[in-house]
């Protein structure tokens, strides 16, 4: 595909509109009361999964524009011990530790905005890309979703179902897939739903010990061709265990050519770096492949992006 046959599918598979001139939430939209309702109908066993990696220096950051969380203590017990607070508590014995932490917002496991990405200074809904500033995002901020993010969860484990530890970097995650796995495990996608997709690259990572190469480089991931699936199938939102949701090498002349696709015209919201390994072995021991998805944003106001711990709770 060529840039021009990624624009015309974007126009193809838009919601500008659908919701209002004025939308900032996308597809979120189709998370109706109804719908989070039934979905916390769905906690039975009283199990629950953070779905975040660790923010710490260890990964997966190593190299580009991104860097991991630098984590400082600004007061510590060690200080503390040696008389820093002294002067300012002289008549008690209580003392306190206090930190700050310095990171992109989407170093580690996090949602993009609607404000992520966009073309012809536009980004979703026709929102001028010009009101993303130095101040942050003006319109399609990420605060904007603090109170959107609960609905069904439904996982799709990719690597299961085709039998294997991991799909390699470069593998396409295609319609035929998404559905012969919800097939294999007894679960059916629908509207609202927030579709978590496993590709095991974070599996490979941590078998060989290292991260080099997953922030960035090649990884599996949705093909761009699943664009039609994810739009007619009116989810909520989707997020994969990968750096980008997407395969890379991208399948089109274009960077990110999906992202431009579902974030820009859809108003999709995706999730990535996703840890999706112990959901996955717990389902495979149960059979229960949906659960209560729970996954608000920091509301960072005019933020394009937002660390999370979202949770899967069963």
Same mark, same amino acid.
């Given at each position: 595909m060529d840039e021009n046959e990624v624009l015309?599918?974007?126009e193809r598979f838009s919601n500008w509109g659908r919701w209002g001139a004025d939308d900032e939430v996308g597809t979120l939209n189709h998370i109706t009361p109804e719908k989070v309702r039934d979905a916390a109908a769905l906690v039975r066993q009283g199990k629950s999964f953070g779905l975040a990696i660790p923010f710490d220096s260890q990964g997966p950051q190593t190299g580009g524009r991104r860097f991991n969380p630098i984590h400082l203590m600004v007061a510590d017990g060690a200080s503390a011990a040696a008389g820093a607070q002294d002067s300012r508590f002289p008549?008690?014995?209580?003392?306190?530790?206090?930190?700050v932490i310095t990171?992109?917002?989407q170093c580690a496991t996090q949602w993009d905005a609607y404000s992520h990405v966009f073309y012809d200074n536009q980004m979703y809904n026709g929102h001028d890309s010009r009101l993303v500033t130095n101040n942050g995002a003006a319109k399609n901020g990420i605060e904007k979703?603090?109170?959107?993010?609960?609905?069904?969860?439904?996982?799709?484990?990719?690597?299961? #179902?085709?039998?294997? @530890?991991?799909? =390699?970097?470069g593998y396409a995650v295609t319609i035929d897939d998404l559905d012969g796995c919800a097939a294999s495990q007894g679960v059916a996608v629908g509207t609202g739903d927030i579709v978590l997709v496993r590709?095991?690259?974070?599996?490979?990572?941590?078998?060989?010990?290292?991260?080099?190469?997953?922030?960035?480089?090649?990884?599996?991931?949705l093909s761009l061709m699943t664009a039609s699936w994810l739009y007619g199938k009116e989810i909520a939102a989707v997020a994969t265990d990968t750096w980008g949701a997407e395969v890379r090498p991208n399948e089109a002349e274009a960077y990110q050519p999906l992202h431009m696709v579902v974030i820009r015209n859809m108003g999709l919201l995706v999730?990535?770096? #996703?840890?999706?390994? @112990?959901?996955? =072995?717990d389902c495979a021991r149960d059979g229960v492949?949906?659960?209560?998805?729970?996954g608000p944003p920091l509301p960072i106001t005019g933020a394009v992006g937002s660390p999370?711990?979202?949770?899967?709770?069963?």
């Open positions: 015309a599918m974007g008549n008690s014995r209580f003392r306190y530790a206090d930190d990171m992109p917002l979703l603090r109170d959107k993010i609960v609905s069904r969860g439904v996982l799709l484990d990719i690597p299961r #179902f085709k039998k294997t @530890e991991w799909m =390699e970097p590709t095991g690259h974070q599996t490979m990572c941590r078998k060989r010990g290292s991260w080099e190469g997953y922030a960035g480089g090649d990884a599996p991931g999730g990535e770096i #996703f840890f999706l390994d @112990e959901l996955a =072995e492949y949906d659960f209560l998805f729970v999370i711990n979202p949770m899967a709770i069963k």
